[in-house]
Structure formats: structure tokens, C-alpha cells
Nanobody, 112 residues
Framework: QVQLVESGGDLVQPGGSLRLSCTAS????????MTWFRQAPGKGPEWVSD????????RYADSVKGRFTISRDNTGMTAYLQMNSLKPDDTAIYYC?????WGQGTQVTVSS
């Protein structure tokens, strides 16, 4: 059974940092692209970033470029999203996906 479990979301002040984790089980993480999406209240899903199987291909949405860093540990079956210089507009539920399966999401709230 494939499972993706996100964690690390929290309430943080503007300018703060968080590190999200996405732990996978039930499939071979090392052969899959991993993607982070987010959905803000009242808005549709937004693609944030993705990373290729060997971390060679990495892409970011313009809205997070320079502030977020995606990475992965294939041995540890985990993908990460380091988020720095957080803004209120980053408030959303963050989901990870291998483009077939999705996690349940983790809430990130940026507010003073």
C-alpha cells in the first residue's frame, strides 16, 4: 500500500522558516519524481516545486524561487521542502505527490 505522509507544518511569523518532510512507503521512491503542491484557502492547487529521481532536475514556481529548496533522501524514503523568508501568501496546505499518489497534507500558516 502506497503512503505519503507530510509533516512539519506549523504557525510561523513572516520571515520565518519551516522544513516540510514527505515520507513515503509502499513504493520505490528513488525512481519517481516528487512534487510539492499547495492549496491556499479559497484557491485551487498550486504547483510549488519538483525534483527528479537523482536530484538532477529541480524546478520551482516563480513565487517561491530563491526562498524554497527541495531535496530528497532516497535511502530514507523522504522528500523535503525547506522554506525560508516565509510570507503570509505562503499560507496553505502543502501536499507531496509522486504524481499518482498524494499525502494528506500539512498546514503552513504564516502570520504575525
Amino acid at each position: 500500500q502506497v503512503q505519503l505522509v507530510e509533516s512539519g507544518g506549523d504557525l510561523v511569523q513572516p520571515g520565518g522558516s519551516l522544513r516540510l518532510s514527505c515520507t513515503a512507503s509502499g513504493f520505490t521512491l528513488s525512481i519517481h519524481y516528487m512534487t510539492w503542491f499547495r492549496q491556499a484557502p479559497g484557491k485551487g492547487p498550486e504547483w510549488v516545486s519538483d525534483i527528479g529521481p537523482q536530484s538532477i532536475s529541480i524546478r520551482y514556481a516563480d513565487s517561491v524561487k530563491g526562498r524554497f529548496t527541495i531535496s530528497r533522501d532516497n535511502t530514507g524514503m523522504t522528500a523535503y521542502l525547506q522554506m525560508n523568508s516565509l510570507k503570509p501568501d505562503d499560507t496553505a496546505i502543502y501536499y507531496c505527490s509522486d504524481n499518482t499518489y498524494w499525502g494528506q497534507g500539512t498546514q503552513v500558516t504564516v502570520s504575525s
